[in-house]
């Protein structure tokens, strides 16, 4: 039985980050660049695009010659992992890539994914193409 008040498990958010949101393959990587939809914040560059799926991807990019120290670089990735299963809500049906350009504090790197992901929802309606437009030898 379920307590009162709260709902059934059916209507939870789902919050997880499971083997089916991680990005691996270098083609998976490969279709978030070519599309092209960047979004640069502090020291954190967020490349997305559609995927298909009704589930959002994350994919990192976490350089030695930035991060230097193994755990720092685990440490970024973690954060990047937590913000994205908090805020992926809102990707659904988006690849996202998070790059580290440069070297943040703490601080500003948890500022910038918070609103680097919120902003990268915006991908699908910036490349998607208007179904009015006709071409010029359906207009004659």
Same mark, same amino acid.
């Given at each position: $039985?379920? =307590?009162? *008040?709260?709902?059934?498990?059916? =209507? ?5 980050? *499971?083997?089916?949101?991680k990005?691996?393959?270098? /083609?998976?990587? #490969? ?5 092209? %939809? +960047?979004?640069?914040?502090a ?11 009704n589930?959002?991807?994350?994919? $990192? @990019?976490?350089?030695?010659? @930035? ?8 440490? +970024?990735?973690?954060?990047?992992? =937590? ?6 809500? =809102?990707?659904?049906?988006? /690849? +996202? +890539? ?8 703490e ?7 918070r609103?680097?992901?919120?902003? %990268?929802?915006? %991908?699908?309606? %910036? ?7 006709? #071409? ?5």
């Amino acid at each position: $039985m379920s =307590e009162p *008040g709260s709902r059934p498990l059916a =209507e939870r958010a789902d919050f997880s980050f *499971g083997q089916l949101k991680k990005m691996r393959k270098t /083609d998976e990587f #490969s279709s978030v660049f070519r599309f092209r %939809c +960047v979004r640069a914040m502090a020291g954190i560059d967020f490349l997305a695009a559609p995927n298909g799926l009704n589930y959002a991807r994350l994919g $990192m @990019i976490v350089p030695k010659k @930035i991060i230097a120290t193994a755990v720092a670089r685990n440490r +970024v990735k973690r954060l990047i992992r =937590e913000s994205f299963r908090l805020n992926q809500g =809102e990707l659904t049906g988006l /690849d +996202v +890539v998070a790059r580290i350009r440069s070297r943040a504090d703490e601080a500003r790197l948890i500022d910038a994914l918070r609103l680097g992901l919120k902003q %990268c929802g915006t %991908c699908l309606t %910036c490349h998607a193409k208007p179904n009015s437009q006709t #071409s010029r030898a359906d207009r004659l």
